[in-house]
T-cell receptor, first 116, second 112 residues
Framework: EAGVAQSPRYKIIEKRQSVAFWCNPISGHATLYWYQQILGQGPKLLIQ????????DSQLPKDRFSAERLKGVDSTLKIQPAKLEDSAVYLC??????????????FGQGTRLTVV | KQEVTQIPAALSVPEGENLVLNCSFT??????LQWFRQDPGKGLTSLLL?????REQTSGRLNASLDKSSGRSTLYIAASQPGDSATYLCAVRGNYGQNFVFGPGTRLSVLP
């Protein structure tokens, strides 16, 4: 079974530039999450999708961050414009739809973003 | 609002020791709890998932327990090896399709 795929693995941009991250979840997983992990901290949820609908985006800085999940499969997270404090690892995860017996979450390798 | 803490923040032990990592959460209305391992520069690898109705789960040298009423989970690692060196994170999920709330992690070093 293929895991969660993310790209790119690394990205370095200057502040005020824009950047986009891509995630392909495990096949059949209806729920998709984007997390931000700052060095030395646990991951923090940015947005949660159920199929192509947003379940929770309460911690997403909507003035600069946006995310979409077209057709309920792949997802893209965008930052525009980037700030220095956005330097972090961006993790994508997926799980079966809420209500299923096993909703174990599986994570991708992450994208390490450095804003200079 | 759910808050998750992990103690200790860092741990260094000699190879062969048995060790316990602790996870505490403030809201006992959880759906499940999951333990993850994270190697430097890598994503998270799922270790064990405990449903709220379960008391423990085992996988190889790992055993995770859950006490919902006291808001605690422990991860027991038997006969630790240098390859166990990593950061261990616990995450809890609420009862209403909520996302996973993570603790800050415990950074484990197992010395040969």
């Amino acid at each position: 079974e293929a895991g969660v795929a993310q790209s790119p693995r690394y990205k370095i941009i200057e502040k005020r530039q824009s950047v986009a991250f891509w995630c392909n979840p495990i096949s059949g997983h209806a729920t998709l999450y984007w997390y931000q992990q700052i060095l030395g901290q646990g991951p923090k949820l940015l947005i949660q999708f159920q199929n192509n609908g947003v379940v929770d985006d309460s911690q997403l800085p909507k003035d600069r961050f946006s995310a979409e999940r077209l057709k309920g499969v792949d997802s893209t997270l965008k930052i525009q414009p980037a700030k220095l404090e956005d330097s972090a690892v961006y993790l994508c995860a997926s799980s079966l739809e809420w209500g299923q017996t096993n909703t174990e979450a599986f994570f991708g390798q992450g994208t390490r973003l450095t804003v200079v | 609002k759910q808050e998750v803490t992990q103690i200790p923040a860092a741990l260094s032990v000699p190879e062969g020791e048995n060790l316990v990592l602790n996870c505490s959460f403030t809201d006992s209305a959880i759906y499940n709890l999951q333990w993850f391992r994270q190697d430097p520069g890598k994503g998270l690898t799922s270790l064990l998932l405990i449903q709220s109705s379960q008391r423990e789960q085992t996988s190889g040298r790992l055993n995770a327990s859950l006490d919902k009423s006291s808001g605690r989970s422990t991860l027991y690692i038997a006969a630790s090896q240098p390859g166990d060196s990593a950061t261990y994170l616990c995450a809890v999920r609420g009862n209403y399709g909520q996302n996973f709330v993570f603790g800050p992690g415990t950074r484990l070093s197992v010395l040969p």
